[in-house]
């Protein structure tokens, strides 16, 4: 319960009141920026001030994908803090993927050995720690993310008895959404014991209910090209490499289950594959306008991070060092976009609407690490955090706030974080920021 | 694999020739002999202290152990052979140097601004191994010289502030990359900086604040910072349009000041505000102000602006409109005609060589003098159209290098794209060719080098170092050293996306912010992060 009531009279001594410390804690950033410097004095303008408050989405995240590139501790205790002055309360830590596996592992060290891009590129288990209790200061839950059995060239680079296609060259396209190529033999046991060795490990280390299992953009080449499959396959009549995938879920999410954990996953394993998970499973819908409401048909709760509007990252053309176009999810998503866009929009059903518990926003590190994260964040993850914990419906007129309203407000917030050390974003000449509705 | 064959220098020296054996360096010691040249002592001073301090391994290399050693290096002897010191479009920027496995370097160059080039080289051939400083492949043999003279960045300091710090650290930026031409847009609509003893009250009235000012005093020292490393100081005082910020001091000097809310009928955005070339008063106060800025910069060039000039802003002022009815024979064109006469005439008069945008060149009934450089950024026909008329030009297509481009629009209410989206991407920048579709030679050469252009509405010292790099050093490197090897062969960006990767990891390390390229998987493992 993250609600609070915040009096400020003319005179005397200001009062929140809230169920838990989580929402004192929501309750003490909204008192910090009630209070503004005027002549060389602090002061709160406006008083007396009563505010009632309240989030109208209980899961307000931001993703961080910590493998592609490296975030030392600093710049993720920076995001933490940055979040706590936007009211977002989860973390969701892509913590590895393909290129580099940073985190340590006490069950399978030739992990970290093999697959950090250094001895200092790292999170012991001591950083995962600092994280977790840095951010539950600040209200905010820490949820892994686990990537598998797509995404796992890193893993093959240790383990390569386990792992298919890894770093196909030149056609990579052909087995994996991106460079390099590699994912875990799912008709091989022994990668079911170690996914349960990494499942186990990590749930206890991190102490959030719930635990992400990736599952997005498995390619299917990649395993119908492997002989041990094709084997497998031809043993098994009846089954196939989508079987196989269903299987691999089933097993996936019923230990995670075992371990007392909520797992969350990708929209891709229940609606590429015909696969049935538990109710109790989020969804994370990301692929196309009508994700979110196929999830909820289906009766699993959902978090909203479609790309097209959500993916912070998009809009700095490919990658590829040979190629000079568009990436996959370019344009740049603005913060105007972001903040017009109402999650619920596709969802009538009230019951299914009850169904999504909030949104995320990402930032995948192919072209980010700590000298951009601030200002990719920020201020845009700020809009879609008034979406998630305000919506962006204005009671007065019934309809979605004007964005020259917003703006003033959202300019305000932005040079008050810069000022507490984000790097955050310029949005407007100085002039425009002075000169409200003149641009 | 490339990195560790070839020293990675950017951008590409003309000639560079490797060995098979490495040196270590025993110390940073850098000689300039008999030098009296303050220029040369800082410059020494300053590599020492890069080459002391960095410890710089390429990503390719990471996991090198000790290499072996042929040899050591005690030293660089610098050896320049005139003492002239003038920076312009004409200044001899060449060099060579010489690494050998053992002994003492060499650096050559005709004039001290050869000798930073050189020197920016040779602390880029010193890598660390092992907590070592050495120079891989000796001896190495670099003769050196740049394709095109101008090589610029403009940097938009009006839109919004960067403070003193901000622009030293991109003058060190650009020395990194042989760049040499700071573009300075100073003023702009949206505020005036700049201190004017003529009209102190544009900077009062015009400056966002107190602390965001640029005295005559931080002029000088940003000239000078620049002079240091062989930077010229090109200041724009962009006229008769973009100048709402000279109406909050002198409105009676203006047409059409911030129209709202059809700014846009008036302006290529808000706020609106032209001086009104109707009266005389509008070329006479920007002559006074040239006059006064002709001589706080040192520069030969000076840039006159004159790009996005609205006409309807004229042609609706009911000033303007009534000078015309008194005037038959007059039109709005033939006004500006006069303004632009007047205002190059008195630039000239000054000594000095305009620059101006192309509009004054294409979209103008004017002829410029035929010695002003036209900077073109419209479209890419602009340049060897310009070139065909017989002017100069500098190229900065916004198509290719606006590097403020693929944010969205910044209006507050606007959903959508800025006009000049998509991102303009370091491939994208590299690829470009200045001299695309000019083919007769002497056309060619009027082509005087390239800009890229940081507009700052959605920039400022928070977002500074990554919107310039390392997209900056991919025309750097265009602008150096062509597009093409000795052996007309067209460099590719798969080629040399390595020896990028390693100059923004060596940017960082000196303190740039310059934004990663790829995960660092792919800077480790070139050639495998390429569309098949």
């Known amino acids: 319960d993250e609600s609070y009531t915040l009096d400020v009279p003319i005179d005397g001594k200001a009062v929140i009141s809230a169920k838990t410390p989580f929402g004192a804690v929501r309750g003490l950033e909204t008192f910090s920026q009630l209070i503004t410097s005027s002549s060389g004095r602090k002061v709160i303008k406006n008083a007396p001030v009563k505010i009632t408050d309240a989030p109208k989405f209980s899961h307000r995240g931001l993703l961080l994908d910590t493998s592609r590139n490296f975030y030392h501790l600093d710049s993720i205790l920076r995001t933490l803090d940055a979040m706590a002055y936007n009211k977002l309360n989860v973390l969701h830590w892509h913590v590895i993927d393909a290129f580099s596996w940073p985190i340590e592992s006490k069950v399978h060290p030739e992990l970290t050995e093999k697959g950090a891009y250094s001895t200092d590129m790292r999170y012991s288990y001591e950083d995962v720690k600092k994280i977790i209790n840095y951010a539950k200061n600040r209200a905010i839950r820490v949820m892994p993310e686990f990537n598998i059995p797509g995404h796992a060239f890193v893993i093959g680079e240790a383990h390569p008895e386990i792992a298919c296609c890894m770093n196909k060259q030149p056609a990579w396209d052909k087995y994996a959404a991106e460079p390099p190529s590699g994912q875990l033999n799912i008709a091989d046991p022994r990668a079911v014991t170690f996914a349960f060795d990494i499942l186990t490990e990590y749930s206890r280390l991190f102490v959030d209910l719930g635990f992400h299992l990736g599952g997005s953009s498995l390619n299917t080449e990649c395993w119908k090209e492997d002989p041990t499959i094709e084997l497998y396959i031809r043993d098994h009549p009846g089954e196939s490499v989508d079987s196989l995938v269903v299987g691999w879920h089933s097993q996936m999410f019923d230990k995670l289950n075992e371990l007392g954990k909520i797992p969350y996953s990708w929209e891709d394993t229940v609606l590429h594959y015909n696969f049935t998970a538990r109710n109790t499973t989020v969804v994370q819908a990301w692929i196309g306008d009508d994700s979110l409401s196929k999830v909820t048909e289906k009766g699993y709760r959902a978090i909203a991070s479609p790309w097209n509007m959500y993916y912070l990252d998009c809009g700095q053309g490919s990658w590829l060092s040979n190629f000079e176009g568009s990436s996959w999810c370019d344009p740049y998503k603005t913060w105007q976009q972001i903040y017009n866009y109402n999650p619920l929009a596709n969802i009538t059903d009230p019951e299914k609407q009850r169904l999504v518990l909030g949104g995320e926003v990402a930032l995948w590190s192919a072209m980010s690490d700590e000298t951009t994260v601030d200002r990719y964040l920020w201020p845009r993850a700020a809009a879609f955090a008034e979406i998630m914990w305000s919506g962006n419906n204005d009671p007065h007129t019934n309809s979605t706030r004007d964005l020259r309203k917003v703006a003033p407000r959202l300019i305000e917030h932005r040079f008050r974080m810069v000022a507490r050390g984000i790097m955050a974003h310029p949005v407007q000449p100085l002039w425009c920021v002075r000169n409200p509705d003149s641009c | ?532």
């Open chain 2, 1 to 532: 694999m490339a990195s560790a064959a070839l020293a990675s220098i950017w951008p590409l020296p003309l000639v560079l020739e490797t060995g098979t054996s490495n040196t270590t360096v025993l110390g940073g010691s850098i000689d300039i002999g008999y030098s009296t040249s303050s220029i040369l002592a800082n410059a020494a001073n300053r590599y020492i202290n890069i080459i002391n301090s960095e410890l710089f391994t390429s990503p390719v290399d990471y996991k090198q152990g000790d290499v072996p050693i042929n040899g050591q290096l005690i030293g660089l002897n610098v050896v320049v052979s005139s003492t002239d010191e003038t920076l312009g479009l004409t200044t001899d920027e060449s060099y060579t140097l010489d690494v050998p496995t053992n002994g003492q370097a060499i650096l050559n160059a005709n004039t001290v601004f050869g000798a930073i080039r050189g020197l920016e080289t040779y602390s880029q051939l010193i890598t660390a191994n092992c907590n070592r400083r050495i120079v891989k492949n000796t001896p190495v043999h670099v003769v050196d010289k740049p394709a095109f003279p101008h090589r610029g960045i403009l940097l938009d300091t009006a839109r919004n502030y960067y403070p003193l710090k901000d622009i030293f650290r991109t003058l060190d930026a650009m020395s990194y990359n042989k760049l040499n031409v700071f573009h300075w847009h100073v003023v702009d609509s949206q505020s005036w900086p700049i201190q004017s003893n003529e009209f102190p009250e544009l900077q009062k009235n015009g400056a966002y604040g107190p602390k965001m000012q640029y005295s005559y005093a931080d002029v000088k020292s940003v000239i000078a910072y620049a002079k240091d490393r062989g930077i010229r100081v090109i200041p724009e005082f962009d006229v008769p349009g973009h100048t709402y910020v000279v109406g909050e001091s002198f409105p009676e000097l203006m047409s059409c000041m911030n129209k709202q809310p059809n700014w846009n009928n008036y302006a290529a955005e808000p706020p609106s505000g032209q001086l009104n070339i109707a009266k005389p008063e509008a070329a006479n106060f920007t002559n006074m102000l040239v006059d006064e800025y002709t001589d706080l910069f040192t520069d030969n060039v000076f840039h006159l602006g004159g790009d996005e000039v609205n006409r309807n802003c004229w042609s609706e002022d009911p000033d303007v409109q009534a000078y015309l009815a008194a005037h038959p024979g007059e039109t709005v064109e033939s006004l500006l005609v006069n303004f632009y006469t007047s205002v190059h005439n008195n630039l000239a008069s000054q000594g000095k060589t305009g620059m101006s945008w192309e509009e004054t060149l294409f979209h103008s009934q004017y002829t410029p003098p035929k010695d002003t450089i036209i900077q073109t950024w419209i479209d890419q026909e602009s340049i060897p159209n310009t070139v065909a008329k017989g002017y100069r030009s500098v190229a900065s297509p916004a198509s290719a290098y606006y590097l403020d481009c693929g944010h969205g629009a910044w209006l507050s209410n606007q959903d959508g794209n800025s006009w000049c989206d998509p991102f303009k991407t370091w491939m994208h920048i590299y690829n470009f060719d200045p001299l695309a579709n000019i083919t007769d030679p002497s056309q060619q050469q009027l082509v005087i080098g390239a800009e890229v252009a940081l507009w700052s509405e959605q920039t400022d010292s928070t977002v500074l170092d990554g919107r310039l790099w390392p997209r900056a050093s991919a025309m750097a490197e265009t602008a150096w050293s062509g597009k093409t090897d000795a052996n007309g062969h067209v460099r590719t960006t798969a080629e040399v996306a390595s020896r990028l990767h390693d100059q923004r990891f060596r940017m960082v390390g000196r303190g740039i912010r310059a934004e990663p390229m790829q995960p660092l998987w792919c800077a480790r493992n070139p050639g495998m992060c390429l569309l098949p």
